[in-house]
């Protein structure tokens, strides 16, 4: 078979050699980029014709674009950078091409809003001039990688992929096993908690780019009005590909859908710097069981907060490889690699900051085969990436007197009075965080994350490593990335302590922690060789808490409804959360943001029972942006594009305008609607209203009670 293509492919090869002389090239990798682009982009738009269908066409299409918007652009940049096969092994590329194609869909996505659809037209589908855009770069860095690859004289690397004949034994099964485990836990029950006002914010925002919750793209969406642009655009492709069709077309499984997919993402990088940096495959085997079990890891993978979890973490992990690479090799194309992901970083959030004090610690450790000089190198590079957010801020506070919530931070702390989303307190305010009181609540935070078992296997690993680093008898292989692991820790640790938490803001730590934890484990299991009795009680007990690790994981994930969510948790400032292992095995910090309140039911019963002429009275404590989500009210960003023709899809009004007017509903209803935790603050105004009007009937919906009130 491959004497027959070649055979078939030398007529192309001998008139490419009459245009491009001494080149020997093999475009198979590149015309199957471009036929799956083309591919997705006629079945979107067969598609969008048709309109939204659950149909055989619509899983082709969301996996026809995925696979092209999550490879194609990206694997081609990585020709260009690394065009021998042997300069980068397949799974390495295959995550920077991840990478890179992520982050192409930030200029490609704001190319179509400043040449195409400019600052009004903003409710339609994004996706066709998307795809379009992103054929012509693909075609531009598929001639650039034609003349460097000529140049080298090579064939397609994705065509060089073989099979290993130890595809089939016992680890790789393992491997595969785990990846199925990490994909179930992340998927199922997906849709089950209630969006919180979080997450439906920076989607409704990420949907359509729009640059605040207010109408607007004022500046185009080069950055946003709170942090980085990144996490949003990388968003805005993913459910453009699952959806088109408008943010109210999503479900709450496929809004969150897109984070899993990026923790899958995380969890394949992480398991290919196991693989690549330790001689042991079970090290990367161990890493991949932890993180597949391990709730924090679960967490970033549901909750959709673009400039955090999942979204700042892919990148956090690729900076990460990208620089241990450059250390390893330092060659000018891994210098370019790991300054443009780490840059990725900063333009999904400032706290990327912890990667400069990693880095410059990698960079002075290296220093006697790596010039200094080139930490600025590098340094100049991740701020050329990081640019764009600067020229935002730059504008917005020349003409506005604002800034973004990292910048206004920092400006705070500087002492100048700005304009910005977050009030200048808590977290946000004019003082850094007390760091030994924060530190201390960091600490009970991530037990509840982690759970306890997990939590104190990691610090005796932490403390083995730093013990035999310290004494210089582990392998030296394993020396300078365990370094690594514990300094990009320590960075983050001391940045939270200095400028408090939330519990989304570290769930990257989990990747270092079972780093540690299975380079300890299996290092101590070999020197523990010829002592079978403690061999076994040490596998005893890694498996009870591998066991526990995986019940905790469930309990929270799985069976949300049973767990009653006392708010947020977890926070620098507010109340520790001690660990109770038995009592409560599931984290309460994470119920604070995965939750079911009852909005489904809600929104079932006002279909069921409410009719045009009724007016819905809410509360005045319950989310607007909920509302927006589950009820189609009030979303005044519509309401001023769309102008006199927008509709609610309810008349309703808030308690606080029924006790100054009275609401006259047109021959209908008034369906006061509260939630039930907040009954007793709003005894007074259900007693106002039962002056006014006459009870029909009272109901509990779940979290809600509901008076009706007839005219």
Known sequence: ME?????????????????FPKMNLDFRDYGLLLSLGIWAWIITAISIRIGPTQSLLEIIR????????CFAIGYTVTTVLFPKSEQISFGERLCFSLGFSLLSWYPISFVNIFLIEGRQDIYQVHLLWEIIISLILLVILIGISILIRGKSGRNAPLFEVRIGEDVFKKREIYILGFFMLAFYLRFMHLGDPNLNGDEFEVAYRAYDLVDGMQAGRKAYFISATDHGPLGFYMWHFLAQAISPWGVYSLSEVTLRLPSVLLGMGILYITYTIGKKWFASAWISIGILMILAVDQYSILASKLVIHPDLAYFTLFLILAVQSLLRYWEAPKTRNLIVAGIFSGCVFLV????????PFALAGFIVKRKNIPISKFLVWGSLVFLMFSPVVFFNVNTYIYAHYLDVPFSRVARLLGF??????????IYGTKLADPLTTFYELIWMLIDQWNVLLFSLGVFSICYVVTILFLKKLKSEYHFVLMMMLIWMASAVLFLSLNGFRIYYSAYLSIPL?????????????????????RRAGAALLGIIFAYTFYYSYQTHFKISDWISQGERGRSGYSIILPSPLRQPYSISTLGFLTDRGWRELRRYVQQNVQDEDVL???SSMSDLSLRWYLHVGDEVRRFYIGEDYKDAYSFEYISSFEEKKINPKQGNIYLIFPLNKEANYIEATALADQQQKILAQNEQDGFGIYIFED
């Open 3 to 19: 004497k027959s293509n070649a055979q078939n492919l030398a007529p192309i090869r001998k008139r490419i050699s009459l245009i």
């Open 62 to 69: 969301i996996i026809s674009v995925l696979l092209y918007g």
């Open 349 to 356: 959030k400032f706290s990327a900051v912890i990667l400069i």
């Open 417 to 426: 009075k700005v304009d910005s989303l977050m009030l200048p307190e808590n």
């Open 514 to 534: 079972a780093i540690i934890i299975s380079c300890s484990v299996i290092d101590l299991r070999e020197r523990l060789q010829n002592k079978k009795i403690v």
């Open 617 to 619: 009275l809410f509360d």
